[in-house]
Structure formats: structure tokens, C-alpha cells
């Protein structure tokens, strides 16, 4: 079994700066590519950036120059530091994982989300 455990959101003034952690744990062999995503309320989950096992970064043209992930391969761990954080940027934050299993299954996990609230 593997798990994503998420940690760090909060409540955050407009223009304020905050960062996410994700760390996997588990029957892991190998873990590629991480991401985080997001889900407003109302609205449908949407891709944040996604980091490779290379540390490549893609980011969505909303957080560009404001967000960046990063990774620790030997924690298994994605970061995202989130700055000049708007009210748009509430949500909640999920963390997504593919990778192989010990068992040399891919796996695919998602965390449990954790909500950034961005407000005066």
C-alpha cells in the first residue's frame, strides 16, 4: 500500500506566500512523475504543475512565475512554494503520484487534499 500525505495549507493573505509538502510512503520501488492539482469550489480539479523523476517542471499558465515545485527523490517528497498567492489561487490541494509498486505494478495515488484559503 502506498499513501500521499499532504501537509501546509492554510489561510493566507492576498499577495502572501505559502508551501505545500507531499511525501509518499509505502511498498514504493520507484516514483515518477509528481503533480499537484487543485479544486475549487464549484469548479473541476485542474492540473497546478507536475514535476518529472528528472526534476523537469510544467506549470499552468495561472501560476506561472508565481508557483514552483520541486522534488526530493530520496524522501520521496514534492514541495509546492506558492508566492503572490490571490483569492483565486483557494482551493484544495491534491497531490498526485505515478510510479512502480514493490510489487513492479504501476501505481497511481492521490492524496488526501489540503485547503489553501487565500483572503484579506
Known amino acids: 500500500q502506498v499513501q500521499l500525505v499532504e501537509s501546509g495549507g492554510g489561510l493566507v493573505q492576498p499577495g502572501g506566500s505559502l508551501g505545500l509538502s507531499c511525501a509518499a510512503s509505502?511498498?514504493?520501488?520507484?516514483?515518477?512523475?509528481m503533480a499537484w492539482h487543485r479544486q475549487a469550489p464549484g469548479k473541476e480539479r485542474e492540473l497546478v504543475a507536475r514535476?518529472?523523476?528528472?526534476?523537469?517542471?510544467n506549470y499552468a499558465d495561472s501560476v506561472k512565475g508565481r508557483f514552483t515545485i520541486s522534488r526530493d527523490n530520496v524522501q520521496n517528497t514534492v514541495y509546492l512554494q506558492m508566492n503572490s498567492l490571490k483569492p483565486g489561487d483557494t482551493a484544495v490541494y491534491y497531490c498526485?503520484?505515478?510510479?512502480?509498486?514493490?510489487?513492479?505494478?504501476?501505481?497511481?495515488?492521490w492524496g488526501q487534499g489540503t485547503l489553501v484559503t487565500v483572503s484579506s
Open positions: 498526485h503520484a505515478w510510479g512502480l509498486g514493490t510489487n513492479y505494478r504501476p501505481l497511481e495515488v
Open positions: 509505502g511498498s514504493i520501488l520507484s516514483i515518477g512523475t
Open positions: 514535476i518529472d523523476s528528472g526534476g523537469s517542471p
